[in-house]
C-alpha cells in the first residue's frame, strides 16, 4: 500500500489537492502520490481545463478519492473549506488571478474562495512572460497580504515550473507541522578542505547527505534552519538558508556567527582536525615533500563554550573499532558537554561516507545501535530533540 509508505508525518491530515489548467497538471499525481507516502489523505479539485491534460481517472487514482469539478446540492466547496490545507498545484495565472479577486466560477475557484486563506498554499506554474507580468504579481501579493503561503517555481527552459513532487511535499510538512518543533537550528554537513598548494587540498569522503537530510527534515518540522556545509553529493534543500564554506576555519567562523541567537547545533560535518599553510604555486610532484598540519580546536567544543544555553548534538566518527569502544567515544562527548551524540565506525559495510544508508550508535541518557538511511537516521535525532 503506499499511504505511509515512507513515514507517517503527515498521518491525520488532509490535503485538498487543487488542479489548474497548466499542462503541469500532468504532475499533479506525482504531488498526490508523494503526499500519500507520507501518510496525507488527498482530496482533489479540478478545473474543467485541467481534466483536459489529466484524465479524471488519472487524477482520481494518484489521489485514491473521487475528484470534484463542479459543485451539486451537497455544496463540496463547504465541505473541503475545513479540511487541514488546500494546496493549488499547478496555480495557473488565470486561477491565481479569480483567488485574488473573489472570483468563484468553478470548483476550484469555489474551494478557494470557502477555505481559510492562511491554510491555502499556491504553486505557480506558467510561462516566464506571465509569471514576471505585473498583473499576476500583483494579484501574488494580494494573496500573501491575506496569508496564502506560495512555492517558488523552478526557472528553466523560459518557465516557472513546478518544483519536484518531494519538494512540494516538504514544504507541505513544514505548513502543517510549524509548531513541532518552533525553534532555531544550525546544522553543519558535508566535508571540508585544506588546500596543500594552488591545486590540492587534504578532505574527506564526507558526502554531505547527513547533514542535507537533517536540515531538511529540521525544516519540515517548523524549525528556523541554517545549514552550513562544504561541497557534497547532494544539493541543499533550496528553502533551507545554506551557507557554502571551504575550509575547517570558514565553517567554524560561519557556524559561531549562525548561532548568534540560536537553540540547537546539529553538527554533522566531517571537519578537518588539522590545517596547514599551503605552499605557493604548485608543489613539484616528481620530488618528496613535507606537509606541517597543525591540530584545529573543534567546532562543537567552541560553540559549548560561548553558547552555555545551547543543545548540542554531535556526531562522531570512528574507525575499526568495536560497539563498547564506539559507546566509550560517545560517551566522552557527553561528557565534555553535548547533549546528544550520534557515533559510528565508518570501516563498517555500508556505514561508512558516500553511503546511502549509515549504521550508528545515538548515545544520551541510555543508547541506540540503529542500521537505516540517512533521512530515517535524521528523523530519529529529531525525535530525540522533541522529546
Request: aromatic share 2%.
Amino acid at each position: 500500500m503506499i499511504q505511509g509508505s515512507s513515514s507517517d508525518l503527515l498521518g491525520g491530515k488532509t490535503v485538498v489537492l487543487g488542479v489548474s489548467g497548466s499542462v503541469a497538471a500532468v504532475d499533479s499525481v506525482r504531488i498526490a502520490r508523494d503526499l500519500r507516502r507520507h501518510g496525507a489523505v488527498v482530496k482533489p479539485v479540478a478545473s474543467e481545463s485541467a481534466l483536459e491534460l489529466v484524465g479524471e481517472p488519472t487524477l482520481e487514482w494518484g489521489c485514491g478519492k473521487p475528484v470534484t469539478s463542479t459543485l451539486t446540492g451537497g455544496a463540496e466547496h463547504v465541505e473541503l473549506s475545513g479540511e487541514d490545507l488546500l494546496l493549488v498545484a499547478p496555480a495557473t495565472a488565470n486561477t491565481v488571478a479569480k483567488m485574488a479577486h473573489g472570483v468563484a466560477d468553478g470548483g476550484l475557484t469555489a474551494v478557494a474562495a470557502a477555505f481559510p486563506a492562511e491554510k491555502i498554499v499556491v504553486a505557480p506554474s506558467m510561462h516566464l512572460e506571465l509569471y514576471g507580468s505585473g498583473a499576476f504579481r500583483e494579484n501574488l501579493k494580494t494573496l500573501r497580504e491575506r496569508g496564502v503561503r506560495s512555492i517558488p517555481p523552478e526557472v528553466s527552459e523560459s518557465a516557472a515550473k513546478l518544483p519536484p513532487a518531494q519538494e512540494i511535499t516538504s514544504y507541505v510538512k513544514r505548513q502543517l507541522r510549524e509548531n513541532d518543533i518552533p525553534i532555531r537550528v544550525v546544522v553543519t554537513g558535508g566535508a571540508t578542505a585544506e588546500p596543500v598548494d594552488d591545486i590540492r587540498i587534504v578532505t574527506t569522503r564526507a558526502s554531505g547527505r547527513t547533514g542535507v537530510a537533517l536540515a531538511r527534515e529540521a525544516y519540515e518540522r517548523g524549525a528556523d534552519v541554517t545549514l552550513v556545509h562544504g561541497k557534497g553529493a547532494e544539493e541543499p534543500p533550496r528553502w533551507v538558508e545554506s551557507i557554502e564554506v571551504g575550509t575547517a576555519e570558514e565553517m567554524t567562523d560561519a557556524t559561531v556567527e549562525a548561532l548568534q541567537g540560536a537553540d540547537v547545533l546539529i553538527s554533522s560535518a566531517a571537519i578537518s582536525d588539522h590545517s596547514m599553510k599551503p605552499a605557493e604555486g604548485k608543489l613539484p610532484g616528481d620530488e618528496p615533500a613535507e606537509l606541517e598540519m597543525r591540530p584545529v580546536e573543534k567546532l562543537v567544543d567552541i560553540a559549548m563554550e560561548r553558547f552555555p544555553d545551547l543543545r548540542v548534538v554531535a556526531f562522531k566518527a570512528e574507525s575499526g573499532v568495536d560497539d563498547d569502544e564506539l559507546l566509550q567515544s560517545a560517551r566522552e562527548k557527553l561528557d565534555e558537554g553535548a547533549d546528544l551524540v550520534v557515533a559510528n565506525d565508518v570501516s563498517r559495510d555500508g556505514a561508512g561516507f558516500g553511503s546511502e544508508g549509515n549504521e550508528v550508535m545515538i548515545v544520551d541518557g541510555g543508547s541506540e545501535k540503529i542500521r537505516a538511511s540517512k533521512a530515517e537516521i535524521a528523523k530519529l535525532v529529531l525525535d530525540r530533540l522533541e522529546e
